[in-house]
């Protein structure tokens, strides 16, 4: 079946600096949807892209749709304790019902 | 407003034994997921259920059943547990059917079989 690829695994950084994680899918993407599941919690959900070169932004964290529907990219800027945990994204393809979950970037702030 | 509310949160079976893992929403949503969390694999889906009434199988059915009690119940029954089924599972709904729609999940459910 489709996949969505997610890289890196895990993210070590020193608080302050920044951070980003990848998705890429070989075909195109009909919306990707990005969660965060905090060390022992649930995946909570964080934004959803649906358009074409789509930027959104939530205070530190910025989520990219690329041009081509086929990547997506979350950066946080200036990371805190407080980001820590994994983020996930998840993609549809047209013709598919239901979103696939990429594997997630597990994400350590050293202070 | 509990939203997603998974039982039990820990469990604990041989292999062989059977169990029901129960999810109740409070959102009026109309689809509910049932999801495991293994290390490295990310969130795989099992079931779902699109409307009350409705199941389908999702990406790892295989050991699993489902059954939409009601609009605000679904639970995941494993017949004949396996050390394989050793994860965690989430119970998630949305508003409507369908991958456009956002997933509200709940606590998990760490299940080991040994």
């Known amino acids: 079946g489709q996949q969505v690829m997610q890289i890196p695994q895990y993210q070590h950084v020193q608080e302050g600096e920044d951070f980003t994680t990848y998705c890429n899918s070989s075909t195109t993407l009909s919306n990707i949807q990005w969660y965060k599941q905090r060390p022992g919690g649930h995946p909570v959900f964080l934004i959803q892209l649906v358009k074409s070169g789509e930027v959104k932004k939530q205070k530190r964290l910025t989520f990219q749709f690329g041009e081509a529907k086929k990547n997506s990219s979350l950066h946080i800027t200036a990371t805190q304790t407080t980001d820590v945990g994994t983020y996930f994204c998840a993609g549809r393809w047209a013709g598919s019902y239901q979103l696939t979950f990429g594997k997630g970037t597990k994400l350590s702030v050293i202070p | 407003n509990a939203g997603v509310t998974q039982t039990p949160k820990f469990q604990v079976l041989k292999t062989g034994q059977s169990m029901t893992l129960q999810c109740a929403q409070d959102m009026n949503h109309n689809s509910m997921y049932w999801y495991r969390q293994d290390p490295g694999m990310g969130l795989r889906l099992i079931y779902y259920s699109a409307s009350e009434g409705t199941t389908d199988k999702g990406e790892v059915p295989n050991g699993y059943n489902v059954s939409r009690l009601n609009k605000r119940e679904f639970s995941l029954r494993l017949e004949s547990a396996a050390p394989s089924q050793t994860s965690v599972y989430f119970c998630?709904?949305?508003?409507?059917?369908?991958?456009?729609?956002?997933?509200?999940f709940g606590a998990g459910s760490r299940l080991t079989v040994l």
């Open positions: 998630a709904s949305s508003e409507g059917a369908g991958g456009a729609n956002v997933l509200t």
